[in-house]
Each structure stands twice: as structure tokens, then as C-alpha cells.
């Protein structure tokens, strides 16, 4: 099976100049609005303009266009660097990585095929000059990538010896550590740790004050924030919730209770409350208030000695993070960091080269932008520069790692952009998709225009959400290209029991059939008229990727896979969680000094090597691997003797270890534990082609991180350490393409991706699992917050009405009032969940209750949830499939989870049994389109399997 790509979409054919006949295989060309955003963008030698795209529609496309057409113009024009003067940047390094060779591809097209005027006036050698000018250009790559070439004009004048190791997450986590280390160990901040300890201890799922001291600091380099306007945002918040002003008798709470969730509730709360109980909840409160501002002072107070402590070992150490980049960027070119004349002079010259240089700054996925990136590059775009920014708001969805679509939004509406406003400002939206057939895109249009357009659902937020529909430029498929894999279940959606049941088929068991029996049958096979069969993305064996919002129910899902004869390769799976990978840092971390004892029973007893059961051998000598070895003992296996060997010989060579880099060194323990190969089988139930691949990932890394300070494998073992103790600061693992029939990985992962066939899993999930509700530390969009402390909570006073755990309660129970596991709020005094026409019988426009500043958070956080819906439909090209139950378990929340909105803009209602139904959809012209939607419709005879005797059991009835 083929991998997941990012697929070349396919928009017409161009004859070349040697043949005016149509060729399948001739270079494509841009169309309609990706035309004349072109035509627009070189008509002008300044202004701003704004491609606004469709999924598919071909944004990245237009802009691998553009810009060799740009480089061309200039060099026919007399600019013998024309990569100087342009500026492109995209978000991730996948897309940087494949932006310079389809660049390069391009270029050698538009030559070929004569497709711009200023290809007759090259030659060859012309070509070949320019094409190593793109293999040279500084500023094409990440948004990161140019912070950090940028950054290098001036790293010494802010304090660095040399340029910084930027984004080493494994670094930067032991960093964050000894900042908080050091404030423990001085005394001036003891009454203030002591405070904030209390307030926020760290628990399994709740961030303690090392954490969010880090959150604060990203937040505040973010925003470009001084610790005093940090705090005072916090003091913001908590105003805010006490809208009332400080608690002085019940009315207060009765005031809180009726602004939050109505008049009702506060009269219900004053009805059900004697005196006594209303005494108790007034002197409650008044101790959480003023608990909650004596520990934001205090976490002021720690947060200006972390930042000092971070300034200084980010320097000593020679790391910062990508923010932190950005962040002295935008203050040292705006003036606001770097003193003294040298720093000056070194600013007016930096400023001057960059904006002298600078003609054309071209950006994609621009809704991702940060304030902070927009802020920095702002610096360096001058009004008689050339802009085109290509987007979609309703692709949004990095808001949670500090995207503000906002910008993008203004770009489109208003024209500003980069801190301009701009004179000529074109935007064309591009709505034609050249990715999924018509029945997709009537089947994704169906689902989205609906939940994206909804005040409750993906129009909650604050974006003026448009929905212009997908009008997709594909030949049909012959059968269905929509599905459903329909099961039955009485279980609550999400749950264990609803994925994976103890008897019968579950969402995980029902989708993985459908899908093993329709690769057997033929139904997700490819035909695509448009394209010769020569590419594996287009045509034969199809690709299948199966979407997860959340990692919690993967394995549940794997093992489902596996059982129906399916080879899984797990895009979302860390790579620091690999059993090899982290094998080879239990011992790089024990070679750090081989001889001490807490080190060998550490590798004995808690690595992937399998030596536990011989802890008994080495407490009785003494933990001397040498003795160990060398004892002829009949209790070791020929497994753990061949390790032991190993081992042996791997301290015998620790002194090369020393005098070598890193990466050799790592190298060198790989292969003498023979992990590639594993005949100790340290990683069995890893694929070998995929252990291998991890395992080289890692040496890759190693390499990458190497620095001066970083330069031996000893040095680099705190970092290796810090990652494998918490991989999900890491890389994932790479995706072995030569033998799966399945890719698992998660709708971020999959953003600027599309496959074949595409299934999404776990749509059960209620929005709110990881929302404000449950966070301690809140900075979506305008809102800032911290909860308040947890030694202040009021688990003992009464419910006040709907609010079941009173005023403060983030521990409670909530099992005898029937709350699901994740609660719809934590008592009066935090976010909420709740909908008005749930708590007020005059509600008519329903909408989220609470502190209005809440839960703008809660807002945006909702709307983000449903555009991760839009991204996940919209990566299909032939085949969307989608489990649904028959009938919705309990009661319906179409508001809260994906389920509903899925199903209702299906129109299922669990009919049929097998086959398929008609859905009629209104199409982009205003039409109705009439399309077929097949429901458990696979042969349930042949298996995607390898033993020839095993059948499909798929339940249609």
C-alpha cells in the first residue's frame, strides 16, 4: 500500500513546445483564481495580495508557481541573485523541505513548456545557475527558519557568545527545570513558592508550578508582555469573575449566579440555601478570593526570577526555544532590546540590508501566523514591497500553539496586513478543489456548511466564519465514494465500551471490517480518469489514513486493525516511545559512568533490554557488571547473556566515546547492541523495518542537536533522558511506507496532507475534553488566566443550583448527579460548559454561560474543535468513511461532539441495513446533487488478510 502523500494536484494539461498535443504527463496550469491572483501579483510592483482557499483548491500550488516565475522575471531583468529579494515562508518543515525541489521543478517547466514570456530568454546553463541560486536561497523555509537567519545578524548583541542551538525541546526542558531549581534554592522566593506549591501541586494531569511558570514565560515573549502586565492580565480575569466586586453577603453570589446562568438559578440557590448554608458559602468565597489573588502575587513574584534566571542560562547554555527567537527578533529590530551604539548601528544595518533586500514576501498557510511571527516580520516589510499571503480561516486550527487567524482575517477584509495598510489589496477566493471527487466534496459541504456556519457549533469563536463551498474539478468515482460502517450499541459515545466492547463490534472493530473487506473487494480501488495510472497516489493500491482528534483510544483501535488482518504503521506514535529508542538511551545514560551502582540497577531493572530477572544475580554481586559477566551461571538465558556481552564490550570502549561526536557514538551503540537486527528481541512487537527507521531517525536527530557544548554522547544524555521521559515533547516516529496497509495518525498531523481514502475514528469524544474547564493555566486568544488555587477549593459547600460543585471544586464528584467524565464545569467560580438553554427557561438564542471573559476562551477553543473537523473531511480524494451507530446512545448532543453533525448532514437515520441511500446535497451552483451513500455495502466474503481461510464478519442487519 502507498503512503499518505502530499498529492500533485491536478488542474489541466499543457502541451509542450516540441508538441501541441494534450499529455497527461505535461507540467499543470493555474486557473481561474489562482490565476488571477498571479496575473494581479505581477501586474503590480507593490501591494497586498490575498489567495482565500478552498481545501485543495491550490494554494501551495499557486505559490510553487509564482515564485519561480518571480525569479525568472528578475533575472531576465538584469538581478543576477533574484533569490535575494524574495521572502517565502511556510509553517512546517515537511512543506520547507518539499517547497525548494518543487520550486526547482517548476522553474525547469515553465523554461521547457514556455509558459512565461521571460523562459525565451534563458538558456540551459541560465536554468542550472538559477536552479542552484533556489538550492542557496537564506529566506525560503519555515517562518522559524528566517527568525533564526535573522537572529544570526545579531545574536552577540543581545548577550549570545554564538549563535544558539534554537527548538532543542530536550534542552530546553532541563533548562526550565534548573530555572525553578534555582528559585527553590534561594530564600528570597520561599514564601512564594510555598504559596504557589499549595495552590497548584502537580498532579497526573494537572500542570504544577515548573510547568506553568513555563507557560507564563511562553505567554508573556508571545505577546511581548513585561512581567507587571502579565499579572495584571491575571488580576483581569479575576476580576471578572467577581464582576460583583469582593464577596460581602449572598446577594454577591446570587448576583454572580444570575449573570452567569440566569435569574432561575440564583432564585433556585436562594430557595434551596438556609441561613447557615448561605454564611458558609460567603465566607468560602471570601477565602477563595483571597487566596486567588495572593497566589497570582505570588506567581508574579517567581515569574520575575524565572525570567532573569531564563535570560542568563539560555545564554550560558547556548538554546532558546522558537518563540524565544521570534520574540528577540521583533524587540531587538523594533528597538526595544539591545542598548548602547554598537547595538544601534548593528540594528540600523540589519534593518537596513533585510528591508533594501526584500521586494516579495510570499506566505502560506498564513492563518497560522502568530502575532508574535507577524510582529517580527512586520519589521523587515517595507510599503514598496510585493506581498501574497495564501490561507483559510476555516483551516484555523494551531489557535492552542498561538495561530491568530485574526491577521489573515484583516488581510482578507480590510487589507491589512504586516502592519501596513496596503493601497492595492486584491483577493480572490479560490473555491474549485482539484483533491476529492464531486461526491466527497457534496458529502464534506453536506457536514461542514452547516456546524461551520452554526452560532453554536464552528461559528461560536470570533471569526466571521464564510463558508464558500468545496466545487470539486474531479471525475466521479463509478460506485460510492461516501460510506458508512454502521454498528449498533447502547454504550455511551467515547467510551471504552462504545470503541471496543466486550462482545460484538464497536466503532474501533466496525470500521477496521469495512475497511479490511473493501481493500479485498475492490471498492476503495482508484480510477481516475484524469491521470494515467503511473502514480501510486492517483491510481492501483490506494492509500488509507485513518484520523484520530485524540491518541487516547489508538491501541484499541490498532489491536481492531490487526485483528482483521491489517498492517498498521502508526504516524502518531513518538518516536522517544519507541522500546529501541528508548533501549539505546538507557544505556548511552548507564555509559555515562558504567561503574556506579545506582546506574546499572537503573539499566538492569527499568530498561527495554530484559535483564530484570537477574536482579537477584546482581544484588549478590554487588551490581558489577563484570562479575555478573563473568559468573558461569545457569540461571541467565543465551538472550541475556548475548546482552550482557554487549554491554561488556560497550564499556571496554568508553573512553572512544569521549573523542568522538555524538551521533558517531550513538551510531556505534546501535550497532553494537545489534538493535537494528534485535536477535535479543528488545523491541519485538515493532515492525523491523520500522524499528530500523526509528533508530536511524534517532542518530539523524542526535546529529542535528550537536553543538559545541553538545559535541559527546555524555554531554547529550540529560537531553536524550529528558526526552524519553516525556516523548510528547519529541518528533513522532517516521512512517515506514514499503509494508502497512494502514496509516493511524492525527488530524494535525495530517494539516497539508490528503489521501485516497481517509476514515475518521473516535468521533465520539465530548469538545470539552481538554477545554478551559479543566486547565489551570488558560491563554486562548484575549483571555488570560489562572485558575484559582486548589488548596482554596470548597469541596464541602452546597451545590448552587446548576453549578454541582459549588463555588470551586476542580476534584469533585460529579458520579451522583450522572456527569460524565468530563465535567461541564468546576463551580461558579472557573469556566464553563453549559448552554443558556439548559440553565434558563427563557433562553431562546442559546449560547455558552459563564464569566463573559471565560469563556471567550471557551469559545474559541469550541470553534477550533469544529474547523479540526472541516481539516479532517477535507483530506479525502476518492473515499470518505465514517462509523457511525444506528441509533445515537442517550441523548443527543450535536453541540458538544462531532457525532451528531456527521450523522445529521449524512442524513442517516441507520437505514439501510447494507447498501446504499441517496443524499441530496445543494451543490456550489445552487443546484441540488443527488449522491449515493453506501452503508456497510463491502463483500462480506473475501478478507484483507493472509491466511486464505478467514472471512469478513461484517454485521449488516
Known amino acids: 500500500m502507498s503512503q499518505r502523500h ?42 497586498l495580495y490575498v489567495l482565500n482557499c478552498n481545501p485543495g483548491a491550490g494554494k501551495t500550488v499557486t505559490i510553487t508557481d509564482v515564485v519561480p516565475e518571480e525569479l525568472l522575471r528578475r533575472y531576465v531583468a538584469g538581478d543576477p541573485v533574484p533569490e535575494q529579494r524574495v521572502c517565502v515562508v511556510s509553517f512546517t518543515r515537511d512543506d520547507a523541505t518539499a517547497f525548494v ?21 534563458v538558456s540551459n546553463d541560465d536554468v542550472e545557475y538559477l536552479v542552484e541560486r533556489i538550492r542557496q536561497a537564506p529566506l525560503f523555509g519555515t517562518v522559524d527558519s528566517v527568525f533564526r537567519s535573522l537572529f544570526g545578524e545579531f545574536a552577540a548583541e543581545v548577550g549570545f557568545e554564538e549563535m544558539p542551538d534554537v527548538g532543542n525541546e530536550g534542552q530546553l526542558t532541563r533548562l526550565h527545570a534548573d530555572c525553578y531549581e534555582e528559585l527553590a534554592s534561594e530564600s528570597a522566593y520561599a514564601e512564594a513558592i510555598d504559596v504557589v506549591e499549595a495552590g497548584y501541586p502537580p498532579g497526573e494531569y494537572d500542570d504544577g508550578p515548573t510547568a506553568l511558570l513555563r507557560q507564563a514565560l511562553h505567554h508573556c515573549r508571545a505577546r511581548r508582555l513585561t512581567t507587571v502586565e502579565f499579572i495584571n492580565e491575571l488580576r483581569a480575569t479575576v476580576n471578572a469573575v467577581y464582576d460583583e466586586g469582593e464577596t460581602d453577603s449572598f446577594d454577591d453570589v446570587a448576583g454572580a449566579l444570575a449573570r452567569c446562568v440566569g435569574s432561575e438559578a440564583a432564585g433556585e440557590a436562594r430557595r434551596s440555601l438556609d441561613g447557615a448554608d448561605r454564611e458558609e458559602i460567603v465566607t468560602a468565597d471570601q477565602q477563595l478570593h483571597t487566596a486567588w489573588v ?75 501566523v502568530s502575532q508574535l511571527q507577524h510582529e517580527a516580520l512586520a519589521q523587515i516589510v517595507m510599503e514598496d514591497c510585493r506581498v501574497l499571503a495564501a490561507g483559510d480561516i476555516r483551516q484555523s486550527v494551531y489557535v492552542w500553539r498561538d495561530a491568530y487567524p485574526r491577521l489573515f482575517e484583516r488581510a482578507v477584509e480590510e487589507g491589512r496586513y504586516l502592519g501596513i495598510d ?71 459515545p467515547g467510551s471504552i465500551p462504545y470503541v471496543s466492547p466486550d462482545s460484538g463490534k464497536g466503532e474501533a472493530g466496525i470500521l477496521a471490517t469495512y475497511l479490511s473487506c473493501g481493500l479485498a473487494d475492490g471498492t476503495f480501488d482508484c480510477v481516475d480518469g484524469e491521470t494515467e495510472p503511473t502514480d501510486e497516489a492517483s491510481c492501483g493500491d490506494p492509500d488509507v489514513t485513518v484520523l484520530f482528534r485524540w491518541r487516547t483510544h489508538i491501541d484499541t483501535y490498532r489491536q481492531a486493525f490487526e485483528a482483521e488482518g491489517l498492517t498498521v504503521a502508526d504516524a502518531s506514535t513518538y518516536l522517544f516511545d519507541s522500546p529501541a529508542v528508548t533501549a539505546a538511551i538507557d544505556v548511552a545514560e548507564w555509559l555515562a559512568d558504567p561503574v556506579a551502582t545506582d546506574r546499572t540497577r537503573a539499566l538492569v531493572l527499568e530498561s527495554e533490554l530484559g535483564l530484570s530477572t537477574l536482579e537477584a544475580t546482581f544484588e549478590v554481586h554487588d551490581w558489577q557488571l563484570d562479575a555478573v559477566h563473568d559468573a558461569p551461571l545457569s540461571d541467565i538465558s543465551d538472550q541475556q547473556r548475548d546482552i550482557l556481552d554487549r554491554l561488556y564490550c560497550l564499556r571496554e570502549q568508553y573512553t572512544t566515546f569521549s573523542s568522538q561526536s555524538a551521533a558517531v557514538s550513538l551510531a556505534d551503540l546501535i550497532d553494537t547492541l545489534a538493535l537494528r537486527a534485535d536477535p535479543n528481541d528488545v523491541a519485538p512487537a515493532v515492525a ?3 524499528r530500523v527507521a526509528n533508530l536511524d531517525k534517532l542518530v539523524e536527530l542526535v546529529a542535528q542537536w550537536e553543538t559545541e557544548s553538545l559535541s559527546t554522547l555524555s554531554a547529550l544524555t540529560d537531553v536524550l533522558t529528558q526526552y524519553r521521559d516525556e516523548p510528547y515533547i519529541g518528533p513522532t516516529q517516521p512512517v515506514h511506507t514499503s509494508n502497512h496497509d494502514v496509516v493511524f495518525t492525527t488530524i494535525h498531523q495530517m494539516k497539508g496532507d490528503e489521501s485516497n481514502v481517509v476514515a475518521l475514528a473516535d468521533i465520539g469524544y465530548p469538545l ?116 457511525l451507530p444506528r441509533d445515537v446512545p442517550g441523548s443527543e448532543r450535536p453541540r458538544d461532539r462531532w457525532l451528531e ?24 451552483d445552487g443546484r441540488t446533487r443527488s449522491i449515493d451513500v453506501a452503508v456497510n455495502a463491502v463483500d462480506t466474503l473475501p478478507r484483507h488478510s493472509t491466511s486464505d481461510d478467514s472471512y469478513c464478519r461484517l454485521n449488516i442487519l
Open 6 to 47: 502530499r498529492g500533485r494536484i491536478l488542474m489541466s494539461n499543457r502541451s509542450s513546445k516540441d508538441d501541441n498535443t494534450t499529455d497527461c504527463s505535461a507540467p499543470i496550469e493555474l486557473r481561474d483564481a489562482q490565476r488571477r491572483i498571479r496575473d494581479a501579483y505581477f501586474d503590480h510592483d507593490d501591494g
Open 101 to 121: 525541489p518543487a520550486v526547482i521543478e517548476r522553474l525547469r517547466e515553465l523554461v521547457e513548456y514556455d509558459m512565461t514570456p521571460a523562459a525565451a530568454a
Open 294 to 368: 495572593e497566589v497570582i502575587d505570588a506567581f508574579g513574584t517567581l515569574l520575575d526570577g524565572y525570567r532573569e534566571a531564563y535570560r542568563r542560562l539560555t545564554r550560558e547554555r547556548g538554546v532558546i526555544s522558537h518563540t524565544d527567537c521570534s520574540f528577540l527578533v521583533a524587540e531587538f529590530l523594533s528597538g526595544n532590546l539591545g542598548n548602547g551604539d554598537p547595538a544601534a548601528r548593528k540594528r540600523e544595518r540589519v534593518l537596513k540590508r533585510y528591508q533594501d533586500r526584500i521586494e516579495s514576501v510570499i506566505i502560506d498557510e498564513s492563518q497560522d
Open 422 to 492: 496596503w493601497d492595492t489589496h486584491v483577493v480572490e477566493t479560490a473555491a474549485t478543489t482539484y483533491r476529492c471527487t464531486p461526491d466527497v466534496a457534496a458529502a464534506v459541504n453536506a457536514i461542514a456548511e452547516p456546524m461551520l456556519t452554526d452560532p453554536t457549533r464552528g461559528d461560536v469563536g470570533a471569526l466571521d466564519v464564510v463558508y464558500p463551498r468545496l466545487d470539486a474539478d474531479r471525475d466521479p468515482n463509478p460506485g460510492p465514494s461516501v460510506h458508512i460502517a454502521a454498528f449498533d450499541t447502547d454504550a455511551v
Open 688 to 690: 523491523p523495518e520500522q
Open 768 to 883: 470539552r475534553k481538554h477545554g478551559p474547564v479543566s486547565q489551570r493555566f488558560v491563554n486562548t486568544g484575549p483571555m488570560v488566566g489562572l485558575a484559582p488555587p486548589i488548596h482554596a477549593a470548597a469541596p464541602e459547600v452546597e451545590a448552587l443550583s446548576v453549578y454541582t460543585r459549588g463555588l470551586y471544586d476542580p476534584d469533585g464528584d460529579d458520579t451522583r448527579f450522572g456527569s460524565t467524565a468530563h465535567p461541564l464545569d468546576v463551580g461558579l467560580r472557573w469556566a464553563s460548559e453549559r448552554w443558556s438553554d439548559e440553565t434558563r427557561t427563557d433562553s431562546s438564542d442559546p449560547e455558552l454561560v459563564g464569566h463573559d471573559h471565560i469563556q471567550t476562551a471557551t469559545r474559541l477553543t469550541r470553534s477550533e474543535a469544529w474547523r479540526l473537523l472541516f481539516v479532517a473531511l477535507s483530506r479525502t480524494r476518492n473515499h470518505l468513511v465514517v462509523p
Open 901 to 924: 453533525s456527521i450523522r445529521d448532514g449524512l442524513g442517516f437515520d441507520g437505514t439501510p441495513g447494507g447498501g446504499t441511500y441517496s443524499l441530496n446535497v445543494e451543490a456550489p
